[in-house]
């Protein structure tokens, strides 16, 4: 009996470890998301292009905003709480992006279709993780092999933005997504995949047979929305600006494989062609679109698409390309401003993304390329796009949207995605071309990534 007694004492010692280890996985790890008040803070909400007058306290718990109100709030009774005095700066939602290359970003374009592919992962986890730091908490990738990455990334492995994949590019041959070199062409019947496809950069399909199981295997590794090539390019190697890519058929069948997923099909495409027959198979975000005419705007609107712009201007932050891309890209340069001012004038939901790819660093001018939309829109209307209506963007995946409440706002169950910054950058957009210095929180899911807040006088724990 005496050694049954001892037995039993072991067994329930063990017993009680393990419940006081599940304790401290549930409210002392750091990468869980834990209650946070922030007091006396004035809110950008990301639903309006105005900052509110008034001063409140927002109280996250759960990953989610609780409660947001301008009387005190108190949290429920044994909930621990950090307690932040944002001391009149500016709470907004995190930054979006609604058109990045996760995993291309950093890599030039020899690195990208030569290196071995662990090597251009490890590049982009360092990048994700600058990409947080700047304030971006949620990306839409627009092409390229992110679903590791995003999965690294929800696992705590790396920190980085959330990540919303379109998984591989699909691309016509010739077109904006075929990077096979010329003595790899014809392509025998029997040929293996290139190194592009293979990786899963880009998924090369021809025919509406072809188009819908290139589709159906992005969507099977978790892409939240599909992403293809409809018409020319300026940095691929085979087609013309003007060309149009795919037939209806192939941008129809792309459509359905998506729509019976829940989610929407995304087009690369700069043409007025290109951008109505994607729009009459159903497509529902045009990315890029600089050379449309007014028509096709026009049509835009009345079908109710999204317009995902990138401020490509001539200026100190393009890429600067050469020869016939270079030719390419003055003619997408030439047409951007029109391009926002037809958006405007028609009243096309519009999108920010930045597109940046082989920059050969970590996508240090992504919060810069933001501020130049002010050339276009007022500080609080670049906010609004870059936030709100990014996250609405983001929304059209429907049931691929892997989260509990919107993006990109500032409203009770909205996901806790938010920056405290200094000043207000409705009024002064420079603020945003400047995180390491403006940027005192960042917090994504609830979980707080940065905070250079004084730990006396700013935030405490209660």
């Known amino acids: 009996m005496k050694k049954l007694s001892l037995s039993f004492r072991f067994i329930l010692a063990f017993v009680i470890t393990l419940i006081a280890i599940s ?18 803070v004035y809110v950008f909400d990301g639903k309006s292009a105005e900052r509110r007058p008034e001063r409140v306290n927002v109280l996250i718990d759960q990953g989610q905003i609780q409660r947001l109100s301008e009387e005190e709030v ?22 979006i992006d609604a058109h990045w290359h996760s995993t291309l970003v950093r890599p030039t374009s020899v690195e990208a279709l030569t290196s071995d592919i662990a090597y251009i992962h ?7 993780e600058a990409t947080l730091m700047r304030g971006f908490t949620s990306i839409r990738d627009m092409g390229g092999p992110s679903f590791g990455l995003r999965r690294a990334i929800e696992e705590g492995l790396v920190p980085g933005p959330r990540i919303f994949p379109s998984g591989a590019m699909i691309s016509q041959t010739g077109g904006h997504g075929d990077f096979r070199l010329p003595h790899e062409v014809p392509e025998p019947n029997n040929a293996g995949l290139n190194y592009a496809d293979r990786v899963g950069v880009t998924a090369i399909a021809d025919g509406s047979d072809a188009v819908l199981k290139r589709v159906r295997e992005q969507l099977m590794q978790g892409a939240t929305q599909i992403k293809l090539m409809a018409g020319g390019g300026v940095s691929s190697m085979y087609d013309p600006i003007d060309v149009s890519q795919y037939t209806p058929d192939e941008l129809r069948a792309a459509v359905m494989a998506a729509e019976n997923w829940g989610t929407y099909v995304a087009v690369h495409a700069y043409t007025s062609r290109a951008v109505q027959m994607a729009l009459e198979a159903g497509v529902k975000s045009i990315e890029h679109g600089q050379l449309v005419d007014e028509e096709t705007v026009r049509m835009m609107a009345r079908k109710n698409a999204w317009w995902s712009l990138q401020p490509f201007i001539e200026n100190e932050l393009a890429n600067p390309k050469t020869g016939q891309a270079r030719l390419k890209q003055i003619m997408v340069q030439q047409g951007t401003d029109r391009a926002f001012e037809l958006a405007k004038k028609h009243k096309v939901q519009v999108a920010f993304g930045t597109d940046m790819l ?30 709100g209506n990014n ?3 983001i929304g059209l995946s429907g049931p691929r949207y892997p989260l509990p409440g919107p993006i990109g706002v500032i409203e009770e169950g909205a996901v806790a995605d938010l920056l405290l910054v200094d000043g207000d950058p409705t009024g002064d957009l420079s603020l945003i071309a400047d995180p390491a210095s403006h940027f005192r929180i960042i917090m994504k899911g609830g979980v707080i990534h940065k905070n250079t807040l004084g730990s006396s006088d700013d935030a405490a724990d209660r």
Request: no cysteine; aromatic share 6%; charged share 10%.
């Open 74 to 95: 108190v949290p429920g009774a044994n909930i621990p709480v950090q307690v932040i005095d944002g001391n009149g700066r500016t709470l907004m939602p995190g930054l």
């Open 358 to 387: 082989g920059t050969g660093d970590y996508g240090d001018n992504q919060n810069a390329l933001l501020v130049t939309m002010e050339r276009w829109y007022t500080p609080g209307e670049v906010l609004q796009i870059a936030t």
């Open 23 to 40: 304790a401290w996985a549930e409210t002392g790890n750091s990468s869980s998301p834990k209650a946070v008040l922030f007091q006396n």
């Open 122 to 128: 490890l590049m982009a986890g360092e990048v994700a």
């Open 391 to 393: 996250g609405q963007l």
